[in-house]
């Protein structure tokens, strides 16, 4: 029986007597050897061969125009009209490595090609993503294929501070679209790091109005008396899943009566470190307390009691894994202009229903939504939410698994299509807190990850043959 070291060493070999295949094939058919090596490395060693020689096509074709020094709009359009094909300009966008995706503007670049990008796309400081209203650094302008772009349009989100090389996999998997890190710090008083890569336009957005409270006074002017002058916070941290234990703001009080006023440094800095930790706030005197499940609504952008109605145990846990919605609705409000009646929705892990909330605070109305969510009480949530404000259709799916390409081909025929698919997988296995399983895209609950590339593509696939 072989060893798992000599099933490893097997595998190994196959794969590159399979690599070697194909380069023998490329160079047989005209390539150059370097041709074929980038060609595999941009698209993988499991790749087709007819994707190699469209990849080396497009590269060539990318070359030829910009050695003509022509402009990136020119480059995009020659090369479409040249290939006569939507895949093909695709894989000329992606041979020219989208300099104007990862090029400037504090995003950071675009990761190597050679294997290292393992290691790369760090975050950028500080987290403003391509623009952000009334942020003075410079902006950041990309080109997308036309393949790339929508309709149907697609959202995707997770957290910023993923293990090392998991957005580059993102990336990857998303046609290569650059992130978008954004930390909602810069718009509301709450911070939340978060990556989302799209296809939406990034110029003219516009906020949601009024503008939400930018620190924590605005937002919790009553606090203020209480608050003691060496804590200096202006923004909460991340709301978490869970909140403080009683005992602990116990503990807190009860050092702070036996203490000096004002109390020791090493008093204060304990104190500020469990009060960063888990966002307390100050409520009376020498006494600190969580936050209220209507103070996260007010701090995430939800109407006030949105998730009423369950235990206070889930309502903490389904705002901890919800969207920001006023940095979701600033990316969105693109779509105002472009559907003035209605948009035809597929939301994948739809959690509460972050987006939804974004979209009708927008003024869009969703004429029909499939709603993807395995959650009880965030279903009981969201649809309550729908119930009260909304009149299109909603149609709720349990299980990502269960929504197979025929269910979605169903829905397709049924409703001429989706203008946009938006979701964030589970977080589980990505964010920093799950100490014991952060095995990134391949941990058992960010693995769905890729359900929500198989049904984006075979959405985009299946329109785009609709419209041929």
């Known amino acids: 029986e072989s060893s798992s070291d000599d099933s490893g060493y097997e595998d190994f070999m196959r794969e590159m007597s399979e690599r070697d295949e194909k380069i023998n094939s490329l160079v047989n058919m005209g390539f150059s050897e370097d041709e074929a090596n980038r060609a595999i490395i941009r698209c993988g060693a499991d790749a087709d ?34 290939f006569g094909g939507r895949k093909k300009a695709r894989l000329m966008e992606e041979s020219r490595k989208k300099r104007k995706r990862y090029g400037g503007g504090g995003q950071g670049n675009r990761p190597s090609l050679d294997g290292s990008d393992e290691e790369s796309m760090p975050l950028p400081n500080p987290m403003v993503g391509f623009n952000l209203p ?28 993923a293990p090392k090389g998991e957005w580059a996999k993102i990336s990857r998997n998303l046609f290569d679209i650059q992130p978008e890190f954004v930390d909602s710090l810069h718009l509301c008083a709450a911070a939340r790091k978060r990556g989302y890569i799209h296809n939406l336009p990034i110029e003219n957005r516009s906020p949601l109005l009024p503008l939400p409270p930018k620190t924590i006074f605005e937002a919790f002017p009553h606090y203020k008396k ?13 709301l978490q899943t ?54 996260m ?7 006030r009691d949105h998730t009423r109605g369950v235990g206070k145990t889930q309502r903490y846990k389904s ?59 965030s279903k009981k949530i969201f649809r309550s939410w729908w119930d009260q404000t909304q009149t299109g259709t909603l149609i709720e ?18 409703f001429g299509g989706f203008d946009l698919v938006i979701g964030g997988s589970p977080c589980n296995n990505l964010a920093g807190s799950n100490r014991h399983h952060r095995d990134g895209l391949e941990g058992k609950h960010s693995a769905l990850f890729y359900d929500y590339v198989r049904i984006l593509n075979f959405v985009k696939s299946t329109m785009a043959g609709r419209r041929m």
């Not at 009566?257 to 409520?283: G, R, T």
């Open 134 to 161: 009334g942020y003075s650094g410079s902006s950041v302008t990309r080109m997308l294929s036309k393949l790339d772009t929508g309709p149907p349009f697609f959202y995707y989100e997770n957290v910023a501070r």
């Open 319 to 377: 705002l901890g894994n919800s969207f920001q919605v006023d940095t979701v609705a600033y990316h969105l409000s693109v779509l105002r202009r472009m559907f003035p009646n209605g948009v035809r929705v597929l939301s994948l892990f739809t959690g509460i229903g972050g987006g939804e909330v974004a979209l009708h605070k927008l003024g869009i109305h969703m004429r029909v939504v499939i709603s993807v969510e395995i959650g009880e009480a």
């Open 49 to 82: 061969i007819c994707v190699l020689v469209d990849s080396v096509s497009a590269s060539r074709v990318a070359e030829d125009c910009h050695s003509r020094n022509l402009s990136d709009h020119q480059v995009t359009d020659r090369c479409f009209n040249s």
């Open 226 to 238: 209480w608050w003691p002058s060496w804590d200096t916070r202006t923004h909460l941290n991340c």
């Open 397 to 414: 799916i349990d299980d990502v698994k269960s929504l197979t390409n025929d269910r979605v081909a169903s829905f397709i025929s049924q």
């Open 242 to 295: 869970c909140v403080a234990s009683a005992k602990l703001t116990d503990r807190i009080q009860r050092a702070l009566v036996s203490s000096s006023n004002p109390p020791p440094k090493s008093v204060q800095k304990d104190v500020m470190d469990e009060c960063k930790k888990w966002n307390l706030i100050w409520v009376g005197k020498n006494k600190v307390a969580p936050l209220e499940p209507h103070e």
């Open 297 to 303: 609504e007010l701090l995430l952008g939800f109407p």
